[in-house]
């Protein structure tokens, strides 16, 4: 009995991570859906860089806030977790606050649809981050089903506010509507958690984990900028079409998204726990992570790939499912690379082997980055998307490079067999 409460523990907290990322993922693919039904190729290649650039600034608030408490405060004592959770989510607060201004100031400055959308995601940046925070702090104190509830507030709020969105058929109205509505599941967070964010402790917290934070940073913001890159330089290049066009085959795998997704938010938590637990059983976790992802999405690429008829994409995506169906082959190649690297990421992560997990993440978005910028320049939206693909696995041998050199460095006596023998 003593052995199965371990077990038991991670699979519902597994569980209600699946729930929640599967949540996210569907009320996120329904958002896409819904836009580029509204607004067409061009309309929703618009809003897509809307999209890509949160993504940023996403990953810039879970580097210096949300990472180093998911690695150093999962599973400890609730007070201490208290505390470290008021720092980060007043981090991710400042961050919102800090992105905004510039947000705001750079659409003004673009001007037509596409500054209207910047200044629009300036004004929600902040909620945005906040409710993002409180999802990542639910999931290191173990307590997953908090923000699945959450998550659940904000598809709730959402709903209403697309229908408002949709009757002035306009971008900005659109990102309004997305990211306007986590102010529901931001307030819902602070009401669920009983902690009130202090921005105030942002200088303190940031100086506490500067050796992680500032690593996981500047890893995940190459991790989402070499995606937000591409997708402007892809515009450049071919066209707001193409940007759409590839977008459209990425929201395809939206559902496959939630598995990967929600695998992540709890991966790193557990990882640790696994580490304190039982470090010589890491390795075997990591590859068992990053291989349920791999096949996951493969199987889902083949079911789009055979099973979903052109009747059907057309009904779902309208006039974006032409050109996006043409690329599903390259786009499930690059996310089942994305789910391999996923179970060394964690590992890395656990390990708190930042500078290794820095030097991957760089490397495989270098070349993620030239890759698709320079299949773009050859053939537009699928030579970017092969270019991507090919990068991705490449990258993937990357990461599992310095996991197994960290394995050595932390256990310098036992490489373990599952990660293989020189």
């Known amino acids: 009995m003593a052995e199965g409460r371990p077990v038991r523990g991670l699979a519902g907290r597994l569980t209600w991570g699946l729930g929640d990322q599967a949540l996210s993922s569907m009320t996120n693919f329904v958002v896409g859906v819904f836009v580029a039904r509204e607004l067409g190729v061009a309309g929703f290649g618009l809003f897509s860089l809307a999209w890509v650039t949160y993504g940023v600034v996403l990953n810039v608030s879970r580097g210096l806030a949300t990472d180093p408490l998911v690695v150093r405060f999962s599973g400890v004592e609730h007070g201490t977790w208290a505390r470290a959770t008021a720092r980060a989510a007043g981090t991710a607060i400042a961050v919102g606050l800090a992105f905004g201004v510039v947000s705001v100031l750079a659409g003004l400055v673009i001007g037509g649809q596409l500054g209207a959308a910047f200044v629009a995601l300036g004004v929600v940046a902040p909620a945005m981050l906040l409710q993002d925070s409180w999802r990542f702090a639910f999931f290191a104190a173990g307590t997953g089903r908090r923000a699945l509830l959450n998550d659940l507030a904000w598809a709730g709020a959402m709903v209403p506010a697309l229908l408002v969105a949709s009757a002035h058929g306009q971008v900005w109205a659109f990102v309004l509507a997305w990211g306007g509505s986590s102010v529901v599941a931001a307030?819902?967070?602070?009401?669920?958690?009983?902690i009130r964010p202090t921005p105030g402790g942002v200088g303190d917290w940031v100086r506490a984990h500067r050796e992680l934070g500032?690593?996981?940073?500047?890893?995940?913001?190459?991790?989402?900028?070499?995606?937000?890159?591409?997708?402007?330089?892809?515009?450049?290049?071919?066209?707001?079409?193409?940007?759409?066009?590839?977008r459209g085959a990425e929201l395809l795998l939206g559902p496959f998204?939630?598995?990967?997704?929600?695998?992540?938010?709890?991966?790193?938590?557990?990882?640790?726990r696994v580490l304190r637990q039982a470090p010589h059983r890491?390795?075997?976790?990591?590859?068992?992570?990053?291989?349920v992802q791999a096949l996951a999405a493969a199987s889902w690429g083949a079911a789009l790939l055979f099973a979903v008829p052109d009747t059907l994409g057309e009904l779902v995506l309208d006039d974006v499912w032409g050109p996006a169906s043409a690329l599903i082959l390259p786009v499930s190649l690059s996310v089942t690379g994305a789910g391999v690297v996923a179970g060394a990421s964690a590992g890395l992560r656990a390990l708190g082997?930042?500078?290794?997990s820095l030097r991957a993440q760089l490397l495989a978005s270098a070349g993620y980055?030239?890759?698709?910028?320079a299949g773009a320049a050859a053939a537009?939206?699928?030579?970017?998307?092969?270019?991507?693909?090919?990068?991705?696995?490449?990258?993937?041998l990357a990461w599992w490079a310095h996991l197994r050199a960290a394995l050595r460095e932390h256990e310098p006596d036992r490489v373990p067999a599952e990660m293989g023998t020189r």
């Open 380 to 396: 537009g939206a699928p030579g970017a998307a092969w270019g991507s693909a090919i990068a991705m696995w490449c990258g993937a």
């Open 369 to 373: 980055l030239g890759a698709a910028l």
């Open 282 to 291: 890491l390795a075997r976790f990591c590859l068992a992570l990053g291989g």
């Open 187 to 194: 307030g819902c967070g602070w009401w669920q958690s009983g």
């Open 257 to 272: 998204l939630a598995l990967l997704m929600g695998l992540n938010l709890v991966a790193v938590p557990e990882a640790a």
């Open 353 to 356: 082997a930042a500078r290794r």
């Open 214 to 246: 500032t690593r996981y940073l500047v890893e995940n913001v190459s991790n989402s900028g070499a995606g937000q890159l591409r997708m402007y330089g892809l515009g450049a290049i071919a066209g707001l079409a193409d940007v759409g066009a590839l």
